[in-house]
């Protein structure tokens, strides 16, 4: 950078003044000031101002030409063609600018006046962002590499490494990737749980991607539990890992109700009245028969026959009330057979 000097003017009382001493040759004399009173020096006219002033001018260039090229200082003009793979500048000066003759392809290369030297746009090598087929571009050169004006943004190369696809982003928001085309985002969040429905200590994201939420679900492992007959088991609310079993115990009541006391009639039993707790929890698979006597007779003939058996028992939840047919066989007017039976509840 060029440092700029003030220059002061020399100021006296009598600034023409001058004494004039005769040297003794004829019409010879030695000139002396004769200012009077000196208010300001002033800068000298001399050889150590003026290497001065030169020392100032060439370190000023020598900032804008760094690689001492030797070459006018303001913009130059360089011709550039494209030979193959390679732009090849012709040229001088430090600051130049060139017009793109074709388009840039990945893999090309730069020479300044036949040297090979590396092109850069600012922090990344130069590609197809800023080097455009037809337009103009300014540079600087310093001997061993190129630096175009620009940079500061992202290049095409760094958008191609973004992946991100728009059901990637949230919905609504703005993004770049793959290419300078801004996106809009289209993923949106719709889950339906809600605390109790995760298992506590795990967190979860519901319908908003900046609020965290955590579960509170209780985790009951693997729950046993066994019952009695005609008992029940609530099941805890939670999660269970499908290990868990519920057993029913082999226990059960037997009870003798009573028995036909007399032939050829039923026997009935009110279960409600007797057990007021238990009549509507059973079914007709609670109550057996045992045959404890039968009865018969013949006519001496020697007849066959055969007919269907029906259930004798008959049992209503309702109600409790019991009935046991006292079962019969045989063929009218040749045999027939009756049988006493006693009857058991089970529970």
Known sequence: MFEKKTWVNRQSEHPARR???????????????????????????????????????????????????????????????????????????????????????????????????????????????????????????????????????????????????????????????????????????????NAAQVLSGYTFYKDNAKSKQTGTMANKGAVSASVDPGS???????????????????KYTTVLLGEHTSWWSSFSYNVKSHYPSLYNKLTRNNFITVPVEWKGNSGGEDVGGSGAISDIVSYNASTGALTVAQPSYGVSGHFSIAIRLKVYMIY
């Open 19 to 193: 004494r004039l001493t005769p040297t003794g040759n004829d019409n010879e004399y030695d000139v002396a000031r004769a200012e009077g009173v000196i208010m300001e020096d002033g800068d000298a006219f001399d050889a150590e101002t003026m290497n001065n002033l030169e020392k100032r001018v060439a370190e000023g260039f020598s900032t804008l030409d760094p690689a001492d090229l030797g070459a006018d200082v303001c913009v130059q003009v360089y011709a550039c063609v494209k030979s193959g793979t390679v732009y090849e500048l012709t040229g001088s000066g430090a600051v130049g600018r060139c017009k793109i003759p074709a388009a840039w392809n990945s893999g090309d290369t730069w020479s300044v006046n036949g040297k090979a030297v590396p092109a850069y746009c600012g922090a990344d090598a130069v590609d197809s962002d800023c080097i455009v087929a037809g337009r103009w571009v300014l540079f600087t050169f310093d001997g061993q590499r190129l630096d175009f004006n620009g940079g500061g943004g992202l290049s095409s190369g760094k958008l191609a490494q973004a992946t991100a696809a728009e059901s990637d982003v949230l919905s609504g928001k703005k993004f770049y990737a793959g290419n300078k085309n801004l996106k809009t985002g289209t993923l949106a969040l719709s889950g339906n749980a």
């Open 232 to 250: 029940t088991y609530t099941i805890p609310a939670g999660y269970h890992n499908g290990n868990g079993k519920v057993s029913g115990n082999r």
